[in-house]
């Protein structure tokens, strides 16, 4: 299986909470990160969260972190058109500049 | 902030002939570049990792004598698809490593380059 694991679509209607779930297998990440693609244009940087916290909350953005089951969410609350995108989980060793992403998921915002 | 630019963001070329890629960091330096690809519906792929000053180092499975990659200075790097084909046609995508601000080392990216062969 691939070493970062998202569903692939997710719609919701305009107002409504969004829930975006990743997994990832490498036990020793240190860092994982949510990135937000908007059509044609390059990677943002939403949010990221060190591996020996659980919560993270930053305005409408809140990542929840199970390193358990090496489960990471990420939920925007009251989400817009404008939040309609890709996000991509990424997850990275400490020592690594490089992260390993996932194949994203695409967030549809319906009104 | 930091901010990455890349050039041309749109380009068509004939099968065959050479396209060139800039990749810019715009209010810092990094010495540490990458380039990644990306289809439809699918992740990005790391291609290779662009040192200043030195040779990039290309992942698995990546033709380094057909997509060359020079970063002359700590605010640039180029990546050339030479003879390029159709199957090259993609999204091409750069990132600039911003160092000295501690972990998590972050990764500023590019608004992509759609490239299409004809």
Known sequence: GEDVEQSLFLSVREGDSSVINCTYTDSSSTYLYWYKQEPGAG?????YIFSNMDMKQDQRLTVLLNKKDKHLSLRIADTQTGDSAIYFCAE?????YIPTFGRGTSL???P | GAVVSQHP???ICKSGTSVKIECRSLDFQATTMFWYRQFPKQS???MATSNEGS???YEQGVEKDKFLINHASLTLSTLTVTSAH????SFYICSALKTGTGDPYEQYFGPGTRLTVT
Do not use: C, N, W, Y
């Open chain 1, 43 to 47: 990677l943002q940087l939403l949010t």
């Open chain 1, 92 to 96: 990275r060793r400490g020592g690594s």
């Open chain 1, 108 to 110: 549809i915002v319906h």
């Open chain 2, 9 to 11: 963001s749109r380009v």
């Open chain 2, 44 to 46: 990005l792929m790391l």
């Open chain 2, 55 to 57: 040779k990039a180092t």
């Open chain 2, 86 to 89: 159709p199957e090259d046609s």
